[in-house]
């Protein structure tokens, strides 16, 4: 499987500000998507980073609030844009594509976790 | 809308009890239903994806089985290190996104 990592692992912010975290990816993939888990819950897709377009993002999440880059096949960001303490999370990215040992499974970072105050 | 549910929420067994964790689901083409295994602050782990009804895998004391509603996580004679929250997640035929469960948190006592 791919090596994937996330940076910040970890970060503590102020309600009102942004946080930019990013996912680096040690092979080319073809798929990023990126995925929260909320504080005992299970994980939901925020989004699909397109390389080279505007991301795709699901029922609930819009651009102004999560804005996502993808500007080449090993590295993605996301922003958690005028936070509030309801974004306190853990930020996951993961990665699918046909550079991998399995085309169709995705792998997962280790994640980020967001404290908001 | 692709759902998935999955139970118990938490499953205690001693070191040795084997036991069977449920994922029901539905889902417009199944595309592959997978596994994770997640330990806390870390991101999920991939176990296992499964295609098709009758379909079976095995990863040392875990066997994953499918049918056409549900998946099934046997734990064979578990080890304190199992102890762990398993994820079961379906993807689409349509797409690649994956819709996951609310996970069962199994702990293995000695």
């Known amino acids: 499987s791919a090596v994937i990592s996330q940076k910040p692992s970890r970060d503590i912010c102020q309600r009102g500000t942004s946080l930019t975290i990013q996912c680096q990816v040690d092979?080319?993939?073809?798929?990023m998507f990126w995925y929260r888990q909320q504080p005992g819950q299970s994980l939901t897709l925020i989004a699909t980073a397109n390389q080279g377009s505007e991301a795709t993002y699901e029922s609930g999440f819009v651009i102004d609030k999560f804005p996502i880059s993808r500007p080449n096949l090993t590295f993605s960001t996301l922003t958690v844009s005028n936070m509030s303490p309801e974004d306190s999370s853990i930020y996951l990215c993961?990665?699918?594509?046909?550079?991998?040992?399995?085309?169709?499974?995705?792998?997962f970072g280790p994640g980020t976790r967001l404290t908001v105050l | 809308e692709d759902q998935v549910t999955q139970s118990p929420e938490a499953l205690r067994l001693q070191e040795g009890e084997s036991s069977s964790l449920n994922c029901s689901y539905t889902?417009?083409?199944?595309?592959?239903l997978f596994w994770y295994r997640q330990d806390p602050g870390k991101g999920p782990e991939f176990l296992f994806t499964?295609?098709?009804a009758g379909e079976e895998k095995e990863k040392e004391r875990l066997k994953a089985t499918l049918t056409k509603k549900e998946s099934f996580l046997h734990i064979t004679a578990p080890k304190p290190e199992d102890s762990a929250t398993y994820l079961c997640a379906v993807q689409a035929a349509a797409g690649n996104k994956l819709t996951f469960g609310g996970g069962t948190r199994v702990l293995v006592k000695p």
């Open positions: 889902v417009s083409g199944l595309r592959g």
């Open positions: 993961s990665v699918e594509g046909r550079f991998l040992t399995s085309t169709d499974t995705q792998y």
């Open positions: 092979s080319q993939v073809t798929m």
């Open positions: 499964l295609y098709s």
